[in-house]
């Protein structure tokens, strides 16, 4: 995020660059740095003179130099934005003519989501050296409740561990689903809230007691009936609760857990640090490794993948459901 807020800075003060790639898989700190520039480097006077928005899909990079090229009608510089560059990865190449010298009284934003260039070709090469290029990388899973905690600090608010592991088992790895769901907490909640689970339930519409999370805790607890009650819950509302989600979740506890039982060093900060979860979760894994030595783990782990085949109809006419109820019953006896 330094970088991020550095690239943002820089324009401010109006240290701008004659091309700006913007790649990666992760869209949203793309969508983030060319709208800051959309936004702010030009008036608005100046915005209908000298700003232009193109689509890779409906442009050839003969296209965009053509309009790099020429001179700003009103403002001291004009903006060209390019989004969905990756639509021109065929031909992107075209471009290095252009970025070998670039026209220093435009900048052109190259928004190129879900792909990024390769570092040995002469255009990265030139892009670089004229230029600025920033790579968007995919968030882990479990850094993701750390980017949570972060945004929501700077916005002024806290959240429980808990509630923000929520958000992330509901809404994976997508940092922009997550910011629109974040905002729409900080739009009703007051500053310096402190925000739960009851929030995210009552705001967002993620159950607070029949999750995913709640699930796992539930089966490392060998809670029989309250895991019970949640799978029955997710068999009564299945499009928020998918199988395929559930399953990976769990395999991905259960490999955690397996992981837990041969660490030398279980203190907590240890542990935390070794699995990549937060501390506040850290007594879930010591219980449940109480409740599953490391062979019945793995055979749970290999139970996990067998479920995993079956929920994508291969050998096996079952509903989702009952695929979930098999598997939890297998687990927990």
Not at 34 to 41: K, Q
Not at 174 to 180: F, G, H, P, Q
Not at 202 to 224: C, H, P, T, W, Y
């Amino acid at each position: 995020m330094n970088e991020i807020k550095n690239i943002v800075e820089d324009i401010k003060n109006g240290n701008l660059k004659p091309i700006y790639l913007l790649m990666g898989e992760e869209p949203y700190y793309i969508d983030k740095i060319s709208g800051f520039i959309e936004e702010n480097v030009l008036n608005e006077a100046d915005k209908g003179f000298d700003q232009l928005v193109l689509y890779g899909r409906d442009v050839s990079v003969e296209d965009i130099v053509g309009s790099a090229k020429r001179y700003p009608m009103m403002a001291e510089r004009q903006v060209i934005i390019v989004k969905e560059a990756q639509d021109l990865s065929k031909t992107i190449d075209k471009l290095e003519s252009y970025a070998e010298n670039p026209h220093q009284t435009t900048v052109l934003v190259l928004n190129y989501k879900y792909k990024k260039l390769d570092k040995r070709k002469k255009l990265y090469k030139v892009i670089a050296k004229n230029g600025l290029i920033y790579e968007s990388k995919k968030l882990y899973e479990n850094q993701v409740a750390d980017w949570i905690v972060r945004v929501l600090s700077g916005k002024k608010y806290k959240i429980e561990p808990k509630a923000s592991q929520m958000l992330v088992e509901f809404l994976g790895t997508d940092l922009t689903k997550i910011a629109n769901e974040l905002n729409k907490l900080t739009s009703v909640l007051q500053e310096n809230t402190i925000i739960n689970a009851g929030h995210i339930e009552e705001n967002i519409g993620i159950s607070k007691d029949f999750n995913n999370f709640e699930l796992r805790k539930a089966i490392g607890q060998l809670n029989v009936v309250k895991a019970n009650r949640i799978i029955n819950y997710f068999a009564q509302n299945p499009k928020d609760n998918p199988l395929v989600v559930t399953i990976s979740l769990l395999n991905s506890f259960f490999t955690q857990l397996l992981q837990y039982h041969g660490l030398k060093d279980k203190s907590k900060i240890s542990v935390a640090k070794a699995l990549g979860v937060n501390p506040y979760f850290v007594g879930d894994y010591v219980e449940a490794s109480k409740n599953y030595p490391m062979r019945k783990v793995s055979q749970i782990i290999t139970l996990l993948r067998e479920a995993d085949v079956k929920s994508k109809g291969v050998g096996a006419n079952q509903t989702h459901s009952d695929i979930l109820k098999e598997l939890l019953f297998k687990i927990m006896h």
